[in-house]
């Protein structure tokens, strides 16, 4: 097989396999971890493997079990060392990554518990330097490493080399970023909660393993993969470090590649067909980059940028920028439900029904405000019916302090009877017992989705939706599980599509489409599709637009937007009087800088920047503005592409 890059590839410094899903990718990631352990069995040697965790490797984790369950795949030969754990917690605690690959794959397999290896994170401070040096030493004892799993972080990091991670660093102990603790909060039921240090695999150990596999899933990915991918050499980015090895590749799913240039800019890798969402794509760069507005776009500014082609093929500048000023112009809406009695030919919603069903999923409670709260509270004040259905209780992210906050108003207010007392005496003992972050008790559990309900319809009601029509279908999934160890199946598509069936929607808005497939919103995702694949034969089905708005992980520029709705000041603070009544999500951290990073404030910035991007592009300039895509299998699709 010739291995040399494609012409699509040449900006490209890691060799980079792109598929269509997660779930294919892992097929061919596993098949290859397979035939690596069989030939070595066959040669009677042990096949070594560096281990990763976090919600990337997890569905490839599932794939190995399925080939030792299905296909005979034995681990009996194989010899595991993991890139990293927290410092300070025991290898039984449910945080530590020596719990999670039990619980993710070890316990699944019939692996030696001594051939096993993670990192000590409760060896004392004095002891830490030898025993990482012990540690590098066992995996020279074992041969080295043969295939090291990768993830990586927002910040870059790879194990838990964050920024500033020297190219030839060794397994250490290390500070986590401040990002990074974010990111692991969920887990642990708040920032402060998160260990401040780990025990990490140096780059330069992680460089000495002789084939590497960087995994990646999800739109948040998409940029920090590109600089390490196409980016320089920098210790600002420490995955940039794996352009050094002549035996590494990436396997990524579309999504996280988006921003790579041959999917971002594919007129600078090669010859491309001009379909009209290239040529949107390929001006609204074009402007972008040049910082000026469509309409001053001149030939010169196409011909220096590689855009004489599309040229042309397209006819005349002016033509070409009046037509792309139009499409995004024509984005723009402050009628997401149609505007009754007036020309729909070149709006994204038609005008009848004039008052339209609408209905909108959202994975966890916050969601959907986050994405359209501005929206849902304009549709509401233009009347349509709107109903939001929260899939999950949202009960896992409340932590312990929200809680108890509760059970103390409870008790002020005397709860009547003598039982309801006892058992909100047994809770708050609960909470005092157990670490923040240990597993709650089923009866915790829902008293932690009460709050979440509780701050929920604060929310609707702020944004005037009938409470009557604010579901919570509790879904099953999510009340089984725990982050990362959820598993889904008919019952969870099932609730969905009865929703969707009793309202008969004229509008459905999802999310999730790019996000990691394991987090609550990829999960959501996946089955509000199957949902609306066995509602296709509906006769409602035909009429009903089904729309995507977007998330916190990454702003969408103009060219990827099919409806924009524009809020004023006003409508912002409405937005973000919503947002903060969501009270259990906030930062437990007083007021540091932080706080900027909160999803109330990152959303506000998002909504904010999208209206600036469309104000450079020489369109209206407005205060903030709520993205939407139309999803392929909608009614609206061909309308609008
Ligand atoms: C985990 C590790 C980290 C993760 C990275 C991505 O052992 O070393 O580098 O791979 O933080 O995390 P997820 O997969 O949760 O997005």
Same mark, same amino acid.
């Given at each position: 097989? +010739? ?15 792109? !598929? ?17 352990? %069989? ?15 976090? $919600?990337?490797?997890?569905?490839? @984790? ?10 005979? #795949? ?26 999670? =690959? ?32 012990? @540690?590098? %030493? /066992? ?42 603790? %974010?990111?692991?909060?969920?887990? !642990? ?11 990490? =695999? ?14 990646? &899933? ?23 470090? #794996? ?9 990524? +799913? ?37 910082? /000026? ?8 500014? @196409? ?31 402050? &009628? ?90 047994? #809770? ?5 017992? /157990? ?50 160890? !959820? ?41 509000? $599709? ?18 995507? @708005? ?5 702003? &969408? ?85």
């Amino acid at each position: 097989m +010739d291995n040399s890059p494609t012409e699509a590839e040449q900006y490209e410094r890691i060799r980079t396999r792109v !598929f269509r899903s997660s779930d294919e990718a892992v097929r061919v990631v596993a098949a290859s971890i397979a035939r690596l352990i %069989r030939e070595r069995q066959e040669e009677g040697r042990n096949a070594v493997l560096g281990l990763a965790t976090g $919600s990337t490797p997890l569905k490839l @984790y599932r794939e190995l079990i399925r080939l030792h369950r299905e296909e005979g #795949l034995s681990f009996r030969s194989v010899v595991t060392f993991n890139l990293d754990e927290y410092y300070g917690l025991p290898p039984q605690h449910p945080e530590s990554y020596r719990q999670f =690959m039990e619980v993710q794959l070890f316990k699944h397999v019939d692996i030696p518990t001594a051939n096993i290896h993670v990192p000590d994170g409760m060896v004392s401070r004095l002891g830490v330097f030898e025993c990482c040096l012990a @540690y590098e %030493r /066992k995996i020279g004892d074992a041969g080295g490493v043969d295939v090291q799993l990768l993830g990586i972080g927002r910040t870059g990091h790879i194990g838990f080399n964050e920024p500033g991670s020297a190219i030839e660093s060794r397994t250490r102990m290390v500070a986590l970023d401040r990002l990074t603790r %974010r990111d692991a909060a969920r887990d !642990f039921r708040g920032e402060a909660n998160v260990p401040e240090y780990a025990i990490t =695999m140096g780059v330069g150990t992680i460089l000495q393993a002789r084939e590497l596999t960087l995994l990646a &899933w999800g739109e948040s990915k998409a940029s920090i993969l590109r600089a390490a991918i196409e980016g320089p050499q920098t210790d600002t980015v420490p995955a940039s470090f #794996l352009q050094r090895h002549s035996n590494c590749r990436c396997y990524i +799913d579309e999504a996280a590649a988006s921003e790579l240039t041959r999917f971002r800019s594919p007129w600078k890798v090669g010859p491309v067909k001009w379909a009209p969402l290239t040529v949107r794509k390929a001006v609204v760069s074009l402007a972008s980059d040049l910082k /000026k507005a469509v309409l001053r776009l001149r030939d010169e500014d @196409y011909a220096e940028n590689g855009l004489a082609p599309l040229l042309v093929e397209t006819g005349s500048t002016y033509s070409l920028n009046i037509r792309i000023f139009n499409e995004l112009q024509h984005t723009i809406t402050g &009628w997401p439900g149609g505007k009754p009695n007036a020309d729909d030919t070149n709006r994204p919603v038609p005008a009848e029904p004039p008052i339209k069903r609408v209905l909108v999923f959202s994975p966890e409670p916050l969601d959907a405000e986050i994405g359209m709260a501005g929206t849902l509270h304009r549709l509401v004040r233009q009347r349509h019916e709107v109903s939001l259905a929260y899939l999950t209780s949202g009960s896992l992210s409340v932590p312990d302090a929200e809680a108890r906050m509760a059970f103390s108003l409870l008790h002020e207010l005397g709860v009547s009877q003598p039982d309801s007392l006892a058992r909100l005496g047994a #809770l708050a003992e609960e909470t005092e017992k /157990k670490a923040p972050f240990d597993e709650d008790s089923p009866e915790l559990r829902r008293f932690k989705g009460l709050i979440r309900k509780a701050e929920a319809r604060a929310s609707c009601q702020i944004l005037g939706l009938n409470l009557e029509r604010v579901r919570f279908l509790d879904l099953a999934f999510y009340e089984q599980g725990r982050y990362r160890q !959820f598993r889904w199946g008919p019952d969870d598509v099932k609730s969905i599509a009865a929703l969707i069936c009793l309202v008969q929607p004229h509008q459905i808005y999802l999310t999730g489409a790019g996000a990691d497939p394991s987090s609550i919103a990829g999960i959501a995702f996946q089955l509000g $599709s199957a949902a609306l694949r066995t509602c296709t034969s509906e006769p409602w089905f035909p009429n009903c637009q089904i729309w995507f @708005y977007a998330s916190n992980e990454r702003p &969408w520029p103009p060219h990827e937007i099919d409806m924009a709705v524009p809020l004023s000041p006003a409508e912002l603070a409405i937005k973000l009087d919503c947002l903060y009544h969501h009270r259990s999500q906030r930062s437990q951290t007083p007021f540091t800088e932080t706080q900027a990073g909160e999803g109330w404030q990152q959303a506000e910035q998002i909504n904010r920047e999208t209206a600036q991007h469309y104000d450079r592009l020489g369109l209206a300039e407005y205060e903030a503005i709520e993205s939407f895509r139309v999803h392929k299998e909608s009614a609206v699709h061909t309308r609008l592409r």
